[in-house]
């Protein structure tokens, strides 16, 4: 599937679909810390022109982010760039073996984040979380 696709916007224009941003999410539209403990993840559709053109929530599944199915319910969703806080390599490895790329250490307004990337001015911050404690008694490494 090209990275380009069509969709109707009016009935009469067509649009080009660039690509789908997802950001985990909390309730206060800030990122969350952490990509699996996320409220929900919030669906940017960038068109080609570079502007978003729909936003959409999706919920975040019970568990572990490395352990579940988001990254092919997100791949499904044709999502190809994921904005991260905090990620483990086993959910970096999870994503990527969907197509999904990933930013890390971001931190902010979830609109503002993905503004930024946009515009070319945000970066990948350059470490995952080498292991994280998750609660008692459940320990993720990755």
């Known amino acids: 599937m090209s990275i380009f696709q069509r969709r109707e916007a009016d009935g009469k224009n067509k649009k080009l679909i660039k690509m789908k941003i997802a950001v985990p ?14 409220a929900f993840y919030t669906i ?24 579940s199915n988001i990254a092919y319910d997100l791949s499904e969703m044709d999502v190809q760039l ?24 971001c ?4 609109d503002e984040l ?9 970066k990948d911050g350059g470490s995952s979380c080498p292991s994280h404690a998750h609660g008692e008694n459940h320990v993720c490494s990755h």
Do not use: W
């Open 114 to 122: 993905v503004n930024e990337y946009l515009a070319g001015n945000l």
């Open 82 to 105: 994921m904005l991260s806080g905090g990620i483990g390599e086993g959910a970096i490895n999870k994503l990527a073996s969907c197509n999904i790329q990933v930013i890390r250490n």
């Open 107 to 110: 931190e902010g307004d979830v």
């Open 44 to 67: 940017y559709t960038v068109s080609d022109m570079n502007e978003i053109t729909e936003k959409q929530m999706l919920p975040s599944p019970a568990g572990c982010g490395c352990k």
């Open 25 to 38: 999410t909390q309730e206060n539209n800030q990122i969350d810390a952490h990509f699996g403990h996320c």
